[in-house]
């Protein structure tokens, strides 16, 4: 997070040494005359004078006659040390003609510096939002600054800057060398561009691709645009520059990005006239900078189509005929995914969503029809995103035909069934559009997924009892973080 520096070096641009001052050095040389005094006063000793005995008056004359000559010399000695401590206090007291004449030019050049004048830099600042990027996630702020140093000094290490609306925020993903987001007085985030190094004189173009996310009412905001010297101790203002930013943010009009697909697979293994697999997708991000709570999906198949659900679902992967829909990334978590029938309508539980996050999904189901695969692929299947009992995004999507193309091996597919009558897996041949299948291994295949867990379905048909099946299903949640300030 970048502070407001309060003393912060800046380069080229100015510089920050403060120096001592001639009040301070002069205060410093009274401390040092003093410490000297204390000094010398302090080497002058008392020489104590020893009493004499009686019956010695004689000899005491002459030693008083002694001690007065000797108290006349150190009297002498006094003297001259006092003359001695005036003229080194004079010495200490009086710089010398080079101390004087270096200060002297040293204040000559700080008054003869030009200062730097902020609105000498003279620049504009453009921006706009692009569409949104279903891939990664997120709309980008495109800038373009032009910028022009008419100033007499160097630029480096320079940005300048704008206020964000409130309601946007900075992804942090990506490369950021670019930019820096900080706090301003006003409480408000300031995106800072960074400018390149430019002499005195220089013109420079900078585009520059900020990723964001955020619903807004600011369609277009003109604002003044300042320059900032950023180091790692924090950031400093030099003043508003010559120049507005004029950022256009119509686009950032969405809280949600809601998509989803139903797939009819028309050959999967295994299954008798008129049964087909079904697969179901969905994706979900909230395009606001605010956690929503109590967000749920629907699916309604229509009439035409009988769903068979699981009983049950386990995690696995994302089939290949979901793989461009949901394109998961490394970074991405999953979780087991929830999904409760009733009839032809399946609901999802999602919960709470931060905000920038995606959620996105599949689940399998088994569809049983009379209808030709022309007609089943004009059957539309709703879809449906809900916040509680609120409907904030509904969509129809048409019931697409994949086909199961799986390897050589494909025919030789076991489907285990758990009969009522035996606990042993019954090999069936023969499926709605006369596939057999008999191989005792599991194949993800280019068009839909064969998970041991997914390949059970519960048609008493089969095998005229009591059938247990398993569906696949996934969650997969990408997070998105905002760039701290």
Not at 69 to 98: A, F, H, Y
Not at 312 to 322: T, V
Not at 369 to 380: E, F, N, P, R
Request: glycine letters at 8%; hydrophobic letters at 35%; aromatic letters at 6%.
């Amino acid at each position: 997070m970048l502070k407001k520096a309060s003393i912060l070096s800046l380069g080229a641009i100015v510089a920050l040494s403060p120096g001592i001052t001639a009040s301070a050095e002069d205060g410093l040389k009274e401390k040092q005359n003093e410490e000297i005094k204390e000094e010398l006063v302090n080497t002058d000793s008392v020489i104590p004078v020893e009493e004499t005995k009686e019956g010695e008056k004689s000899s005491g004359k002459a030693e008083l006659k002694e001690e007065s000559r000797e108290g006349s010399e150190r009297s002498k000695e006094k003297e001259e040390t006092s003359e001695k401590l005036e003229i080194n206090t004079e010495e200490v007291q009086q710089p010398s003609d080079n101390e004087n004449n270096k200060e002297k030019s040293e204040e000559k050049e700080e008054d003869n510096e030009p200062e730097f004048i902020a609105s000498d830099i003279q620049g504009t600042l453009s921006g706009s939002i692009s569409a949104f990027n279903e891939k990664e996630g997120h709309y980008y702020l495109n800038v373009k600054v032009n910028i022009t140093n008419r100033s007499l000094y160097d630029l480096e290490d320079t940005y300048v800057g704008f206020s964000l609306p409130k309601d946007i925020r900075v992804l942090e993903i990506g490369d950021a060398s670019a930019f820096e987001l900080f706090e301003g007085d006003n409480g408000a985030n300031n995106l800072a561009i960074k400018l390149p190094r430019m002499k005195s004189g220089a013109a420079k173009e900078i585009n520059v691709k900020v990723p964001v996310v955020g619903k807004t009412s600011a369609k277009a905001v003109n604002s003044s645009l300042e320059l900032f010297v950023i180091s790692p101790e924090g950031y400093v203002s030099l003043g508003k520059i010559s120049g507005n930013a004029n950022v256009n943010y119509a686009n950032l009009k969405e809280e949600w990005h809601f998509n989803g697909v139903a797939q009819a697979l028309t050959d999967f293994p295994g299954l008798p006239k008129n049964h087909f697999g079904m697969q179901f997708g969905f994706k979900l991000q909230n395009l606001t900078i605010e956690k929503v709570n109590n967000m749920k999906v629907e699916f309604i198949v229509p009439n035409g189509v009988k769903i068979h659900k699981p009983d049950q679902y386990e995690e696995a992967d994302i089939p290949e005929a979901l793989k461009e829909f949901l394109n998961r990334d490394s970074g991405d978590i999953s979780e087991s995914l929830t999904i409760n029938w009733s009839g032809n309508t399946a609901k999802i539980n999602i919960g709470s969503v931060d905000g920038g996050h995606t959620y996105q999904g599949f689940f399998s189901a088994v569809g049983e029809s009379k209808l030709s695969l022309d007609t089943i692929k004009g059957l539309k299947v709703k879809i449906t995103l809900n916040n509680g009992s609120k409907t904030v995004r509904e969509l129809t999507v048409p019931i697409e035909l994949v086909s199961y193309k799986g390897s050589s091996e494909k025919d030789n597919t076991v489907i285990p069934i758990k009969n009522s009558n035996t606990d042993s897996p019954v090999k069936q041949t023969g499926s709605s559009h006369n596939t057999s299948s008999t191989n005792t291994k599991s194949k993800t295949v280019e068009g839909g997924l064969l998970p041991k867990t997914a390949s059970t379905y519960p048609l008493g048909a089969l095998a005229g009892g009591m059938i247990a099946m398993l569906g696949a299903a996934i969650l997969v949640i990408r997070k998105r973080f905002f760039y701290k300030v």
